[in-house]
């Protein structure tokens, strides 16, 4: 379980977190929803032991984030792949730093993407890049495993495939993974708990089907109005 307790971030004067008290449930599918700069980014940095809060505390199953980084994969947004690298050079990168590196699962997913171990990431498409991310990210074991943005600005069919690889992945109750992004749409369906936050700030947390029945509406008709209220 991950949890946040009254946690402070701030960047110079802008405010990322601004005293966030929540709890990540484990082995769900959790979407972390809200605009661009609502903090987002910076709440998967805490989790991922990338970033310290200035007050309040982050723990991951009882313990600092940075004592239990072996338990995380973590995809950033940026593209961080070092562009002279093949695939299979980022990966044998990848797995000289964790020991829950599954190689059958590697290659099980490199063959479901679509991806050759010698393509050269400096030639290959965006799309195709983020699929060789979701590749490293989640041929590892690790129990959580945490998106920022796995979706944006690549095409509808690459989004398919980067969906239908968390769900053929997926490990109910065993895993817990935590989509953040603003592009809710196509993840709608996947999530079973949400969490909107807009400014630092959490304005909703709920199972997903609940909210729908209780609500008579999408996720992302129940964004709109949250995030046009919080503005």
């Keep these: ?21 929540v709890t990540f449930p484990k082995g769900k599918i959790i979407g972390l929803f809200g605009p661009n700069g609502a903090g987002k980014s ?12 200035q007050s309040g505390t982050v723990v991951v ?3 600092n984030p940075q004592e239990v980084k072996d338990k995380i994969a973590y995809l950033p947004e940026i593209d961080y792949l070092y562009p002279w690298m093949t695939v299979k050079k980022a990966a044998d990168f990848v797995k000289t730093f964790y020991s829950d590196w599954d190689d059958d699962k590697y290659k099980e997913l490199l063959a479901f993407l679509n991806l050759g171990e010698d393509m050269k990431i400096n030639k290959i498409s965006k799309g195709q890049r983020a699929k060789v991310k979701l590749l490293l990210a989640t041929s590892r074991k690790a129990p959580y495993l945490l998106l920022d943005e796995p979706l944006s600005g690549i095409d509808i069919l690459t989004r398919e495939e980067i969906i239908n ?3 053929r992945d997926y ?8 989509i953040s992004t603003h592009e809710i749409a196509e993840v709608e369906n996947l999530v079973e708990e949400v969490i909107f936050i807009a400014r630092g700030r959490i304005l909703l947390k709920q199972n997903a089907e609940e909210l729908r029945l209780n609500e ?3 996720l992302t008709e129940m ?9």
């Design 61 to 63: 199953d009882g313990k």
């Design 165 to 167: 690889t968390l769900i």
């Design 216 to 218: 008579g509406k999408s």
């Design 171 to 178: 490990r109910e109750g065993e895993q817990t993974i935590i």
């Design 42 to 53: 910076t709440s998967l940095k805490m989790i991922a032991g990338l970033s310290r809060p």
């Design 1 to 21: 379980m991950i949890e946040f307790n009254q946690v402070v971030k701030r960047y110079g004067k802008v405010t990322a977190l601004d005293g966030v008290t």
């Design 223 to 231: 964004m709109k109005e949250l995030f046009r209220d919080a503005n």
